[in-house]
């Protein structure tokens, strides 16, 4: 599960983790979840793909065709709780499998019927989720289970996920075994070194270059955040009018920094909050960089701890 905020490359990680799958010869997709998506929904159309895709390796195999049934009676036995859609599978459902109408039983019967699947066909499923944080609690209890379920019987099936730091306290608070099943690296700041190459590569690729006082001011300025290091960068290239890219070119990007920040990557997330969570915010930048404990904030606010609930959850 890699962790980290907005803009760290946690996407960017998980294309390259699919590319290096498929590149091995493994069964990869990846799908992102949404906050108006249930899982059944994200899960079965590359669930389907994968299944098909075995079913077309060489000759015939009741592994995979089992597991075929298996997510036919998924898919019918979600109908009922999420609307109706079809798989269009055109087979008998494997009764008595997967068919439940309860999550937390069903899905872990579907995915060890992928591994089955993948484990008849001598090859790897590697299913990989981003955006983790949007699902439900019974979703992502339903999503450990399965991958408990696979994993106590070692099949080739692996997930790895992406999504924001609740996520490993929304997973530990759905089931505490999950500590045990996954590895939560923390994707964030470059280091130094990184943050460097990460600059000076892509204008020498291009016959350009950046002095070294350039490079450490976005740096400082970035923190060595990546998605910061992308906007400087890329602002102090279009002010430079000549090379090497100068230090006075990065301090005249800093308006257009700013703005570009402010109108796209700030106020995306910043339109869809609340009043209460503008408060929220508004008090935590006005007590300067952090973490602050939530007492702060609320004398910040004017308001008791009890009654800063309200803004927390809002």
């Not at 955040?225 to 009018?241: D, M, R």
């Not at 230090?247 to 009043?275: C, G, M, Q, Y």
Request: glycine share 8%; proline share 6%; charged share 30%.
């Amino acid at each position: 599960m890699l962790i980290g905020l907005r803009g760290v490359g946690k996407t960017v990680l998980l294309n390259r983790v699919l590319q290096m799958a498929e590149e091995k010869g493994h069964r990869a997709l990846l799908v992102e979840a949404h906050e108006d998506k249930p899982l059944p929904e994200l899960l079965l159309p590359p669930l389907r793909q994968i299944l098909l895709s075995l079913d077309a390796m060489g000759k015939l195999n009741e592994t995979v065709k089992r597991s075929l049934r298996v997510l036919k009676s998924f898919a019918n036995s979600v109908k009922f709780k999420y609307g109706d859609f079809e798989i269009g599978l055109g087979i008998d459902p494997e009764r008595g499998v997967g068919d439940s109408g309860d999550l937390e039983s069903d899905l872990p019967d579907v995915l060890a019927a992928v591994g089955d699947a993948a484990k008849s066909r001598k090859t790897v499923v590697v299913l990989l989720i981003d955006e983790l944080q949007y699902l439900g609690e019974e979703e992502l209890s339903a999503l450990i289970m399965g991958m408990h379920k696979v994993s106590q019987r070692q099949l080739p099936l692996v997930l790895v996920g992406a999504g924001l730091p609740q996520l490993v306290g929304n997973m530990g608070r759905s089931k505490s075994y999950a500590e045990r099943l996954f590895d939560f690296p923390n994707v964030g700041a470059l280091p130094r070194k990184d943050a460097e190459v990460a600059l000076v590569e892509p204008i020498a690729k291009e016959g350009e270059r950046i002095v070294k006082p350039a490079v450490a001011k976005i740096i400082k300025e970035s923190q060595g955040y990546p998605y910061f290091l992308q906007a400087w960068g890329y602002q102090a290239w279009n002010e430079a009018k000549k090379s090497p890219i100068a230090a006075r070119d990065v301090v005249a990007a800093r308006k257009s920094v700013e703005r570009n920040l402010d109108e796209s990557f700030f106020r995306v997330r910043f339109d869809r909050l609340t009043p209460s969570e503008k408060k929220y915010l508004r008090a935590m930048a006005e007590l300067g960089p952090g973490p602050h404990r939530s007492g702060k904030v609320a004398d910040a606010l004017g308001v008791k701890y009890k009654a800063l609930h309200p803004y927390e959850t809002a």
